[in-house]
């Protein structure tokens, strides 16, 4: 009898080229990348009725960290408040278009080079970092956060910006975030009661929560709560433009 023939070995399938895995993982990182940068613009059209909560809020409670914040409305606020912000963070707030291109401009003038005029930061600027961007001084961020402010400010109206940005602050040295919260931790009090100079107290430790203290404030937080009283008073229009509209 003829001997039979040896089994032949199944074929392997022959393995997709390299280039093509490697085009398929680069198409990935760039939707991954597309889809990041596009997910702010999504989320801020949501935020003129959902309460938002803060990337650091974020990055504490996933650390284990406190966090202590009450989301107030506007209208929940003393009036003082706002002003005394605006006169002190913002005073072109009611004017500009989320970047204020005029100030800007001046301090570019007045700086030696770019990276002395970045501490040019509206209230919406500071919404959009504080919303989806980190802390820190870099061309990066700040390329991020211009347009983001744009659109923040067409997207929604004046009186939200500055409703949000009153409430994602942080405003303590122990995770103390919004004028709730720092109202309760300063004067034992709501936010609705602070008088003029408390409200000139808060505005005074927004830029550093943590090395200035409106419970015990300093000579230097004392003095510049002076001022912003004063400028707060001498300019009540500043926040017409974020008076929340009756509900």
């Not at 929940?76 to 002190?88: D, E, H, K, W, Y």
């Not at 072109?92 to 002395?116: P, T, W």
């Not at 970045?118 to 991020?144: C, D, E, H, Y």
């Not at 975030?177 to 931790?185: P, Q």
Request: charged share 20%; proline share 9%; hydrophobic share 45%.
């Amino acid at each position: 009898m003829p001997a039979a023939a040896p089994a032949q070995r199944p074929r392997s399938q022959p393995a997709a080229p390299p280039r093509r895995w490697l085009g398929r993982i680069v198409w990935g990182l760039v939707l991954l990348v597309l889809f990041v940068l596009l997910l702010p613009y999504l989320l801020v059209p949501l935020y003129r009725f959902v309460d938002p909560v803060s990337t650091l809020m974020v990055a504490r409670w996933a650390t284990g960290a406190r966090v202590e914040r009450t989301f107030v409305p506007l209208d929940r606020i003393a009036p003082a408040l706002p002003v005394t912000v605006i006169a002190s963070e913002d005073g072109r707030f009611c004017y500009h278009r989320g970047v204020d291109l005029k100030e800007l401009a001046q301090r570019l003038d007045a700086a030696d080079d770019i990276s002395e005029a970045r501490g040019v930061s509206t209230i919406t600027q500071q919404v959009a970092k504080n919303l989806f961007l980190w802390p820190g001084r870099s061309m990066v961020r700040k390329a991020l956060e211009l347009p983001l402010s744009l659109w923040i400010n067409l997207v929604l109206p004046k009186w939200r910006v500055l409703e949000i940005y009153l409430n994602i602050a942080e405003w303590g040295p122990n995770g103390q975030f919004g004028a709730e919260a720092a109202s309760r931790y300063a004067f034992n009090k709501p936010a609705r009661s602070l008088s003029a100079r408390e409200a000139a107290l808060l505005a005074a430790v927004l830029p550093n929560p943590h090395r200035r203290n409106a419970r015990q404030p300093g000579p230097a937080v004392r003095r510049l709560a002076g001022i912003y009283e004063v400028r707060a008073v001498a300019q009540t229009n500043l926040a017409r433009c974020a008076r929340r509209p009756p509900r």
